[in-house]
Structure formats: structure tokens, C-alpha cells
């Protein structure tokens, strides 16, 4: 055991809550309109607050004992075998206990979970958001998670298997609910008046606070995965805050030069774009290596949240997927370049590794949209079998802080 490491992984671990409540808390409800910010805030709540529950009574050991290449195995359930109260003995995971690890992972599962509201907030019936979330966890949080992050002699997850690198989440948390919430803004459908009716931010001074404390929070996402308070660790946070400086320098002079204006919450966007860009690439690149990925990120996501949304037609409400989606895209693939010692990287002892990394890379991306897609179009379909996914045109147009939950963020 080692106190250092389990004194950065408990600050880590509160620094990921931060980020969902309240930071993206905050985030997506100053976006939506003022008769929804209620429901936007009580979603996110109540999706990561459903993840950590799950995560604890079958998540963490699905996701993280032995098994097979996609699930683990249920000894670690409801977390047994990791505190024995008669002796006061802790299961360890290298210098942390493993309570401590599967607590700062609980908090992964259950943001990634809030994520996917943002694609189809203003019109989702919650109790099919509750039942959504269930469904998604347990067949697409989970595996993805196994394939990617668990490592074993016997049985590795496949994605680990095939050797992919994913420091903090890029496939496993942004590019699986990037996916998700694109499927779920095609199947529940466009709010009422989309491309008709102006449906600005209600509250950017709100969503400004909430990417700020996704900003801070994230250093303990990031940093925080080299699972110790050692030199990889250090490296994974000054990458999180130079790729992120970068993003929001790109995003705002692309939009500036396309739309001849730079708006606020073009930075904030740009903030959260090269955050997500810099997740899977924390401490395997250089701090070179780190900007130019925050930089590409950054601009990518501008072209993702416009040109490619109107290709897609779809009412990705708070753009998951033009920039969790996209950017986990970009930041996955980057990540193999980047990784070689030959461009500032810990990683590739060669030039010639690199295309073969990126080959891995684009594999595991590629199974993450096809896995998460598929999940997530067959949970909203049951989730609508269930309770109905919409709700009514007329409460739709009320608001749903009325008629969902019987009460209002402001009164005149």
C-alpha cells in the first residue's frame, strides 16, 4: 500500500464526481431552454447516480475479474472479497486498496451513462431514460470497458488483447456515448419545431461554470488513471492542460474565421473537445504531441457540431456525438501516432510501429461504434416498449420541469 497513491486516487475520484454533478450537470442544462433545465439537471443526476449503484452490485466485476474476452465474472459483486470486516483486511490492487480502484471506476461508469442525455434532451420520457440506461450499462458500458481495460495473462479483454491504447476513456467512455446518444437523437426523434423554432441556450453563463468544473475535474479523470501518484501522472496532467488550452485557441479562430464572430461558447466547446481529444492519449504522449492533438481536436469538433450534423440530420440536441463522438474519434486514432518515441511519445520504439498501432487503434474505435450502436438502438427500442421513449407533443411544448416533475427553475 502505498498512502501517496491512495491519497491522488481519492482526490481523482472526487474530481470525476465533480465533473458530473455538477459540472456536466451545469453544462447541458445552461444549453436547453429554460422550461427544461430541471430535467436535464435531475437526468444527469439520476443516470450517474444509477451507473454507480449498477457499477456496484454486478458493473465492476463484469467489467474487471477473469472471464472470457468481453465479460468478466461475478466473484467481485456487491464488491465482496474486498474488505473482510473480522480482520479489517483490504483485497489490494497494486498500491491501492481495490475498493479505492473500482470507487474512482464507478465514477467512469456513471458519467458515461449522463453523457448520453445531452442527445436527446428536451423530449425523453424519463422513466424510459432510467430503463435506457440500464439496458446500455449492462451490454455496452460494461463489455467495452472488459475489452478495453482488463488485463490478464489468461483471459485479457479483446481490445487489450490486440494491444490498444486507451489511457483514460476514449473509446470506453466518449466514442461509446457519443455513439449512443447519436442512435437515441435518430430514435426518439427531433423536438417539436426543430429547424423551425429558435431554440437558443437558455443560461451560457450557466454551461460556462459547468465546462470550467468539467475542466478541473477532468485533470482527476486524466491524471488520475496512471492509477498513482508517480511521473506518468504528472505527464497526463500538463497533456490534459495544454491540449485543452490548444482546443480552445483552434475551435474559437475556426469559428471565428467561418462564422466572423467568436463566441463564448465556442470556447467552452472547444474546452470540452480537447479534453475528450486528450483522454485516451493522457500519458502516452509528449506535451507536443499533446497540443497538436488538442489543436486537431479542437477544429475537428467545429466541423463535427456543424458541417457533419447537417449531414447527419440528426437533433443531437447538445451535440454528444459531434464532439464526444468525434472527438474520441480523433483523439483514439491520434493517439497511435503519437505514441511513438520518434514524435515525442513514451510508447513506440520504431517509425515503422506506427501504422500497425494505428491499425489496432482504428480497430477499437470501429468495434466501439458498431458494439455501443447496436446496444443502444435495441435498449431504446425496449425502453419504448416499455413506457413510451417521447413525451407527449403538448407537454413537450410546455416544458418537461411541469410536466414531468411538477415544478419550475424560475418564476416571474
Known amino acids: 500500500m502505498d498512502k501517496a497513491d491512495i491519497s491522488w486516487l481519492l482526490v481523482s475520484t472526487l474530481l470525476v464526481l465533480m465533473m458530473a454533478v455538477p459540472g456536466l450537470a451545469m453544462f447541458y442544462g445552461g444549453l436547453v431552454r429554460s422550461k427544461n433545465v430541471l430535467s436535464v439537471l435531475l437526468q444527469v443526476l439520476c443516470t450517474f447516480v444509477l451507473g454507480l449503484v449498477l457499477w456496484f452490485i454486478y458493473g465492476y466485476?463484469?467489467?474487471?475479474?477473469?472471464?472470457?474476452?468481453?465479460?468478466?465474472?461475478?466473484?467481485?459483486?456487491?464488491?465482496?472479497?474486498?474488505f473482510t470486516p473480522a480482520d479489517g483486511k483490504y483485497a489490494m490492487s497494486n498500491t491501492l486498496t481495490e475498493l479505492l480502484?473500482?470507487?474512482?471506476?464507478?465514477?467512469?461508469?456513471?458519467?458515461?451513462c449522463a453523457l448520453i442525455v445531452g442527445s436527446f434532451a428536451e423530449r425523453a420520457r424519463f422513466s424510459a431514460v432510467l430503463v435506457f440506461t440500464v439496458i446500455w450499462f449492462t451490454f455496452a458500458y460494461i463489455p467495452i470497458a472488459h475489452m478495453v481495460w482488463f488485463a490478464s495473462e489468461t483471459a485479457p479483454g479483446l481490445l487489450n488483447a490486440k494491444?490498444?491504447?486507451?489511457?483514460?476513456?476514449?473509446?470506453?467512455?466518449?466514442?461509446?456515448?457519443?455513439?449512443a446518444g447519436l442512435v437515441g437523437a435518430y430514435v426518439v426523434g427531433k423536438r417539436v419545431g426543430y429547424g423551425r423554432e429558435a431554440m437558443q441556450p437558455h443560461n451560457l453563463p450557466m454551461t460556462f461554470v459547468g465546462a470550467a468544473l468539467l475542466w478541473v475535474g477532468w485533470f482527476g479523470f486524466n491524471a488520475g488513471s496512471a492509477l498513482a501518484a508517480n511521473e506518468n501522472a504528472t505527464l497526463a496532467f500538463f497533456?490534459?492542460?495544454i491540449a485543452t488550452a490548444g482546443a480552445v485557441l483552434a475551435w474559437l479562430f475556426t469559428e471565428w474565421a467561418i462564422k466572423g464572430k467568436p463566441s463564448m461558447l465556442g470556447a467552452a466547446s472547444g474546452a470540452i473537445a480537447g479534453l475528450v481529444g486528450i483522454t485516451p492519449a493522457a500519458g502516452l504522449v509528449g506535451p507536443v504531441g499533446a497540443l497538436i492533438i488538442g489543436v486537431i481536436a479542437g477544429i475537428?469538433?467545429?466541423?463535427?457540431?456543424?458541417?457533419?450534423?447537417?449531414?447527419?440530420?440528426?437533433?443531437?440536441?447538445?451535440?454528444?456525438?459531434g464532439v464526444h463522438g468525434v472527438g474520441g474519434i480523433v483523439g483514439a486514432l491520434l493517439t497511435?501516432?503519437?505514441?511513438?518515441?520518434?514524435?515525442?511519445?513514451?510508447?513506440?520504439?520504431?517509425?515503422?510501429?506506427?501504422?500497425?498501432?494505428?491499425?489496432?487503434?482504428?480497430?477499437?474505435?470501429?468495434?466501439?461504434?458498431?458494439?455501443?450502436?447496436?446496444?443502444?438502438?435495441?435498449?431504446?427500442?425496449?425502453?419504448?416498449?416499455l413506457c413510451g421513449l417521447r413525451v407527449p407533443?403538448?407537454?413537450e411544448r410546455e416544458g418537461l420541469d411541469v410536466t414531468s416533475h411538477g415544478e419550475s427553475a424560475y418564476h416571474s
Open 61 to 82: 466485476s463484469l467489467a474487471f475479474t477473469e472471464g472470457n474476452a468481453f465479460f468478466g465474472g461475478l466473484s467481485r459483486a456487491f464488491f465482496s472479497g474486498m
Open 101 to 112: 480502484f473500482a470507487s474512482f471506476q464507478a465514477t467512469f461508469a456513471g458519467i458515461t
Open 163 to 179: 494491444g490498444a491504447l486507451d489511457f483514460a476513456g476514449g473509446t470506453v467512455v466518449h466514442i461509446n456515448a457519443g455513439v
Open 239 to 241: 497533456n490534459t492542460m
Open 300 to 321: 475537428v469538433c467545429v466541423w463535427g457540431v456543424n458541417g457533419l450534423k447537417r449531414l447527419l440530420r440528426a437533433d443531437d440536441a447538445l451535440d454528444v456525438f
Open 336 to 385: 497511435g501516432v503519437f505514441n511513438a518515441q520518434v514524435l515525442g511519445g513514451p510508447g513506440l520504439a520504431e517509425p515503422g510501429m506506427i501504422l500497425g498501432q494505428l491499425w489496432v487503434q482504428l480497430e477499437g474505435v470501429l468495434i466501439t461504434i458498431v458494439w455501443s450502436g447496436v446496444v443502444a438502438w435495441i435498449a431504446y427500442k425496449i425502453a419504448n416498449a
Open 393 to 395: 407533443e403538448d407537454q
